[in-house]
């Protein structure tokens, strides 16, 4: 079992070698790699999309050899990629045409260059204005589309457990109820005639959303492929680092819960840290020395996991 924490806050602000550098003085070795920097969602949200992704495969090869060859120097792997978002924006054809035709697309092609074997990539959201049929059914089409895709790329896509703010307050969105988000991975692996497709579970939604981390693990099982780990107030989805609110079941996630459902399904992938906001919540000079105390973090629950950390009883019930 790895250790691993996303990109995003520390490269492209730093260069490849440096951010690298600092993540693996501070004990990690995988990354999250948020390609999705290079598109940032309040961008896509507001209509504001940058040529970027206009770059031909080759160009963005080029661009990030940089960041293949710091891999390779310090010896990080990138256990995901979580590719721009969203996808599909109601009217904005030509915007979701270019999302849908040249960045997801090209966000996978870049996965397999730099040897990652799972992107994360947000379903489309339209339940609360076309209704939870429709986005089904779109969903599965997108989806679908992809197939060859990763056929030729050899890469995986794991969807995510999503919230959905509609009238100021925080409500399910796709795949936040887990018989759903099971639902589409095994229509979709079934068309795909062999395991394409995962669950990426973030931890922080499942707290907006209200759901119990264990049922949800119990549920899903093997299909969690990939972890989003971070907490937030309840309310916001602010990506702090695990007991920022408290140790305890009153204050923050149920982390004793969530453990006992990663070990109860055998999980053995990536303790994968989605912790940016917390990041830039500090002065830049003190960025070594809060990624070492992340990586703290999962060094105890990689040992409450393995069994060198015993769980509490209660965690489970």
């Known amino acids: 079992m790895e250790i691993g924490v996303q990109t995003k806050g520390l490269y492209p602000e730093r260069s490849a070698m440096q951010a690298l550098a600092l993540i693996r003085e501070a004990g990690f070795t995988r990354i999250d790699f948020n390609i999705d920097t290079f598109l940032l969602n309040t961008d896509v949200y507001a209509g504001k999309i940058n040529s970027f992704f206009e770059q031909d495969i080759k160009q963005l090869k080029s661009y990030f050899g940089s960041l293949k060859e710091a891999m390779q120097t310090y010896k990080i792997e990138a256990s995901q990629m979580h590719a721009p978002y969203p996808v599909k924006i109601l009217g904005r054809e030509k915007q979701n045409q270019f999302m849908l035709e040249q960045v997801i697309p090209k966000s996978l092609a870049i996965a397999s260059y730099l040897g990652i074997e799972w992107v994360v990539v947000h379903p489309i959201k339209l339940q609360y204005s076309l209704g939870i049929q429709r986005e089904r059914e779109e969903n599965m089409v997108f989806f679908q589309s992809l197939i060859p895709l990763l056929n030729q790329y050899k890469v995986k896509i794991c969807l995510e457990n999503l919230y959905e703010g ?94 006992w459902g990663l070990k109860e399904i055998g999980f053995d992938g990536t303790l994968s840290f989605e912790t940016y906001p917390c990041m830039n919540s500090f002065p830049d000079e003190m960025a070594g020395q809060v990624l070492k105390t992340i990586y703290a973090v999962g060094c105890y629950w990689k040992d409450c996991l393995t069994g060198k950390e015993e769980l509490s009883t209660g965690g489970s019930r």
């Open 166 to 259: 509609v009238g100021n307050r925080i409500t399910e969105g796709v795949c936040a109820d887990p018989q759903d988000a099971a639902d589409y991975i095994d229509r979709l692996n079934a068309i795909a005639g062999k395991e394409l497709f995962g669950l990426c579970l973030d931890s922080g939604h499942l707290q907006l959303t209200h759901r119990d981390p264990y049922a949800y693990l119990q549920k899903l099982g093997k299909r969690i492929k990939l972890l989003h780990l971070h907490e937030n107030d309840g309310i916001a989805d602010q990506h702090q680092m695990p007991y920022s609110f408290g140790y305890c079941k009153a204050g923050g996630q149920n982390w004793e819960r969530l453990l």
